[in-house]
């Protein structure tokens, strides 16, 4: 096989990979109350945890700027709730402990597509609980994925 | 595989397909996400892709070479989220000898898997790759086996010539503790003509300059920046394991993560021993796009999201 036949077929592999398998598809209502499910496998060591940054008057700012860099493409606007992922409004996030929101960012939820998010100081994601903590539960209804 | 023509229309096409097409791609997708690059060149860590983002990525290496010309090598990659545990990459290698020719060496397909579910104090990633390339391939990407200063000096036609399918395997164990990143990167590549196994490392270091984000958007803050240390080389292959006659590097790094998606990461490195070049300046700049999965997907359905 010639150099150019090679790329070109690598380049058309990577291209069905990325058709393929690509993450587009809206979750189900199972994936996403699976979603929900993880904070409840919390270990028993994070679930008493408290927000470091609770007394921090910037931290919630902060927290909603990283959101918006982070968050917000699956998540929505605010947690609302978007194509690819659930609402973090709804109150099996706003009711759970500090310390499992900060599990479920550190860990991810790799199975279902939710990234591990270790990458970002703790700090950080403590700041991320911060702005979730403060927007509060909101009627949020988990709808079907849109049909083709 | 036959010798490519090296005039100037071959030049230009070359130049064309390395810094055109990248950019293309970038000004088409104005889906642009924050990226949390480290500054690492050749190590990775553990941290993947997010499902259904693109980065795009150009990376430069100029090089000095005792006994031969210098020189500058570059490569495009594509880096993809297939999901939160598989990201996959192709790259697009060429390189400039100083007083010889501007030559394409080839590509290579990588895939990264991470098999735990959850985050751990060392976190496992296996790495395979395809690379189809040929001698004249100068990206130093990785270091492995009896990789010497040398054999880069022999001139672009000889190289060419040679052509190199190669798998390779990586096992990378990474930490991130307390901001900081950790990771250590055991190489092991098999050529497919009868060579034997070679052998290779590289270990990391990175911190961000700030743990907190701040209050207010900016692109100077100090949380953007992430400083970083990086030493890797070989490792001799099956019948000489270890350090004799191998190449060694240590490099220290800076990378920019801007808010609009854009990463730019700056490296000097220096070789540690008389079989290394003995000065590399190494940089990159890449863009992320969120969401490039599903613009895709509808391109393929016939409709978009």
Request: glycine share 10%; proline share 6%.
């Given at each position: ?13 990577f ?6 398998a ?9 994936e996403?109350e ?13 679930l ?8 921090d ?53 790799v ?7 270790s ?30 | 595989?036959r ?7 071959f ?16 000004l ?8 949390q690059e ?68 080839g ?6 898997f ?15 790759e395809?690379?189809?390339?040929n ?14 200063e ?5 001139p672009n036609?000889v190289t ?6 190669e ?9 991130n ?7 250590e990167?055991?190489?092991a ?10 052998f ?9 300059l700030a743990m907190?984000?701040a209050?207010?958007?900016c ?7 992430v400083?970083?240390v990086?030493l890797?080389?070989?490792l ?26 854009w ?35 509808g ?7």
């Amino acid at each position: 096989m010639k150099l150019y036949q090679f790329v070109i077929a690598i380049a058309l592999l990577f291209t069905g990979v990325v058709a393929a398998a690509g993450p587009q598809e809206s979750p189900k209502q199972s994936e996403r109350e699976s979603v929900y499910a993880e904070l409840k496998k919390v270990p028993e060591k994070y679930l008493g945890k408290a927000n470091p940054l609770a007394n921090d008057a910037d931290a919630v700012a902060a927290g909603g700027i990283l959101f918006e860099e982070h968050c917000e493409e699956c998540h929505g606007k605010e947690g609302m709730g978007g194509k690819k992922a659930p609402s973090l409004r709804a109150e099996e996030v706003q009711a759970s402990p500090p310390g499992a929101i900060f599990w479920v960012l550190s860990n991810g939820v790799v199975r279902k597509k939710m990234p591990v998010w270790s990458k970002l100081p703790e700090p950080e994601r403590w700041q991320l609980v911060s702005y979730l903590k403060s927007l509060g539960a909101a009627a949020t209804e988990s709808k079907p994925p849109a049909k083709p | 595989m036959r010798a490519l023509p090296s005039n100037s229309f071959f030049l230009f096409a070359l130049h064309l397909f390395f810094f055109v097409l990248p950019t293309l791609i970038l000004l088409a997708f104005p889906l642009p996400s924050l990226s949390q690059e480290n500054p690492y060149i050749v190590a990775y860590d553990h941290n993947l892709e997010e499902p259904g983002s693109l980065e795009v990525e150009y990376f430069s290496t100029f090089g000095t070479q005792r006994g031969g010309s210098d020189f500058h090598a570059y490569w495009a990659e594509f880096e993809y989220g297939v999901t939160a545990w598989w990201t996959t990459e192709l790259y697009l290698d060429g390189q400039t000898t100083f007083g010889d020719s501007t030559i394409f060496t080839g590509s290579r397909w990588e895939n990264r898997f991470r098999p735990l579910k959850n985050e751990h104090l060392i976190n496992p990633v296996l790495y395979v790759e395809f690379e189809n390339t040929n001698g004249a391939d100068k990206i130093l990407k990785e270091v492995e086996g009896h990789d010497v200063e040398s054999d880069y000096a022999v001139p672009n036609a000889v190289t060419r010539q040679q052509h190199t399918r190669e798998m390779e395997f990586k096992l990378i164990l990474s930490s991130n503790f307390k901001g900081w990143n950790f990771t250590e990167n055991t190489i092991a590549t098999k050529n497919l003509s009868n060579e034997p196994w070679e052998f290779g490392y590289a270990l990391g270091a990175s911190r961000p300059l700030a743990m907190k984000g701040a209050a207010h958007r900016c692109n100077f803050c100090a949380q953007h920046f992430v400083a970083g240390v990086e030493l890797y080389g070989g490792l001799g292959d099956r019948y000489s394991f270890g350090l004799h006659n191998t190449s060694h590097y240590l490099g220290s790094g800076l990378a920019w993560n801007l808010p609009s998606g854009w990463t730019f990461r700056f490296e000097p490195t220096f070789g540690l021993n008389d079989n290394s070049h003995q000065f590399l300046l190494r940089w990159g700049v890449s863009r992320e796009f969120s969401g490039f999965g599903s613009m895709v997907s509808g391109l393929f359905k016939g409709h978009g999201e």
